[in-house]
C-alpha cells in the first residue's frame, strides 16, 4: 500500500488497518485521520507523534499502561495482540531460558511497583539481553524520565509497524 | 464492587474492567487511574469526562471514529463488544424491520459521508424509533454541533457503563 491509498480509506479501514500501530490505542489513529492527505509515510508518522505529545501526562502513562509486559502473562496465556506476539517471538522472549524468564518477571513486577505502568521497549530492535539490561537499568530510573523513555519507545514501535503496511517514501518515488 | 475497592485495583485489573466503559478507548480508562484514588463514583465518571475534554478537537473525532455503526456491520457480523452488543439489542436494534433497517443503513451512511464519523448516541436511553429520528436529524446538522452532541452521548454511555460495574455514590453511603 503506498501513501495516496492510505490517503483514500473511509475512517473504519483506516481504523482497521492501523488501529493497532500505537498497541490498543485506536483512537490515536481514529484521530489522525482527521489530518490527511499525509504527503508521505513519515507525515503520517509526525502526526501519530504530535498527537502523543499533545496527551496530558496521564495520557502518556495511559498510552503506557495499554501495552503488555514483555515475556508476561498474555505472552503465556496466548492474549498478546498479534502485532506484540510476533515482536516478542522475534526478541526470542517466547524461548526463554528459565532462569532469564523468572528475572524478567521479578524485574517488570518491580518496575510496575515503581512506576505504575509496564516497561516498553521496541522489541524489534534489541534481543532479550539487551532488553533485561534496559529494564534492570530502568528500574533504577526516575518517573519521569522512564515514562519519557517510554514513550520513545512507543513511537519506535510504532515507526516498525507502520513500515510494515506502508510503503516507505523512497520506495514511493520509485 | 464499591469505590474503596476501585481504588485498590492495580492498573492491569482497573484497565481489564473498565478499559470499555469508552468503547475501544482503554487509553482513556488508563489514563485516569493516574489521578486515583476517587472518592466516589461521581469523581471517577468525572475524571473520564475531563480526560475527554481535555483531547483536541481530532482526539474527539477518534472517539468517536472507534465507535460502532448502530445496528451496522459488526452487529450483523457479531464483531460488536460485549457492551455494545447488550446495549444495541436492549434498544431492538438487533430485530429491525427491513425496512427501518435500511433506512437506518442509508442514514448511518449519510452522516458518516458528511462528518467523517459515525453517529453515536446511548442506545439504552433510547428506542429504535427515537434513535432513528436523532439519525435523521444529525444528518441535517453541522460539523460542531454533531461532535459536541455525539461527545455528550459517549459520557451518558460510560455513565451507564460504569453504573453497571460499581455501586452507586448512595448505595455506598447505606
Not at 482527521?34 to 496521564?58: C, G
Not at 506476539?85 to 532469564?100: D, F, V
Not at 522512564?146 to 514511493?172: F, P, Q, T
Request: one cysteine or more.
Amino acid at each position: 500500500m503506498d501513501i495516496s491509498t492510505v490517503n483514500s480509506l473511509p475512517y473504519e479501514d483506516f481504523v482497521n488497518i492501523f488501529g493497532n500501530v500505537v498497541e490498543k490505542c485506536p483512537i490515536i489513529t481514529a484521530a489522525v485521520w482527521s489530518s490527511r492527505p499525509f504527503v508521505s509515510l513519515s507525515a503520517l508518522e509526525a502526526a501519530i507523534s504530535e498527537f502523543i505529545d499533545s496527551l496530558p501526562e496521564s495520557g502518556k502513562e495511559g498510552v503506557l499502561r495499554c501495552h503488555p509486559d514483555l515475556a508476561g502473562r498474555d505472552l503465556r496465556r496466548g492474549t498478546l495482540t498479534r502485532e506484540s506476539r510476533e515482536e516478542q517471538a522475534r526478541a526470542g522472549l517466547h524461548a526463554l531460558e528459565p532462569a532469564e524468564a523468572s528475572r524478567m518477571a521479578r524485574l517488570n513486577e518491580e518496575y510496575k511497583q515503581r512506576f505504575g505502568f509496564p516497561f516498553v521497549v521496541c522489541a524489534r530492535m534489541n534481543d532479550s539481553t539487551s532488553i533485561l539490561r534496559q529494564l534492570a537499568e530502568g528500574c533504577r530510573s526516575e518517573l519521569a524520565a522512564e515514562r519519557a523513555r517510554g514513550i520513545a519507545e512507543v513511537k519506535k514501535i510504532c515507526r516498525v509497524r507502520l513500515r510494515g503496511l506502508v510503503l516507505d517514501d523512497v520506495s514511493n518515488k520509485l
